[in-house]
């Protein structure tokens, strides 16, 4: 069993909220807020080092990430959408750590408070069995995040189209799909976060 050197996980925070109205990063969540939570999941978990990619003007954010053990990497200008973020945050993690091929990545929106450590840590033990496949949680036929992908994707992800996303190499590259209890969900609408935040209760 060959173990990834490293794990790298990319957050992209860059986001406008359209669907939601107002911003939802930082909106309440148990004790915390959402971005706080999702950061806390990932610290929790096995994986190596975090990145989070926000805008450049959103000192809110900085100022809520800056007690936190994570790389912040200040966008300028804001991506135009999450494959612009997570080709900053691989730019970032190449430039500070030059990563081998044995490493991987991993990426999950920052609006997903109910992702869960134990989820990313059995993303992160299967690519230690299968190196250099991507792999996906499922459950119930539902694919979800974390997506783990081996460093040797990264040029692929600079090659996609301006209107490829990530799950373009899924397609081209059939993951491994790992089933799981749980499937973190994102927030997209005051229904969804109110509902969320019921089944805290």
Request: glycine share 4%; with cysteine.
């Amino acid at each position: 069993m060959t173990k990834p050197r490293r794990s790298f996980a990319i957050i992209p925070a860059c986001g406008e909220s359209r669907r939601m109205g107002t911003d939802k990063l930082l909106l309440p969540w148990s004790d915390s807020t959402i971005l706080e939570t999702v950061i806390a999941a990932w610290q929790k978990s096995e994986a190596d080092h975090i990145f989070v990619v926000i805008p450049q003007e959103r000192r809110d954010l900085r100022n809520v990430l800056q007690n936190l053990a994570v790389h912040v990497i200040a966008a300028d200008p804001r991506p135009a959408d999450m494959k612009g973020s997570i080709q900053l945050g691989l730019q970032a993690i190449e430039s500070r750590f030059s990563p081998t091929q044995d490493d991987v990545w991993l990426v999950a929106p920052a609006d997903m408070p109910t992702l869960s450590s134990r989820t990313i840590n059995l993303v992160l033990r299967e690519a230690e069995r299968h190196p250099g496949r991507i792999v996906v949680p499922i459950n119930s036929e539902k694919r979800g995040h974390p997506v783990l992908l081996p460093w040797s994707c990264t040029s692929d992800v600079y090659a996609l189209a301006s209107d490829q996303g990530i799950n373009a190499l899924l397609a081209k590259s059939p993951p491994l799909l790992v089933p799981v209890e749980q499937l973190g969900n994102d927030v997209d609408t005051p229904a969804q976060y109110q509902s969320l935040r019921n089944n805290l209760q």
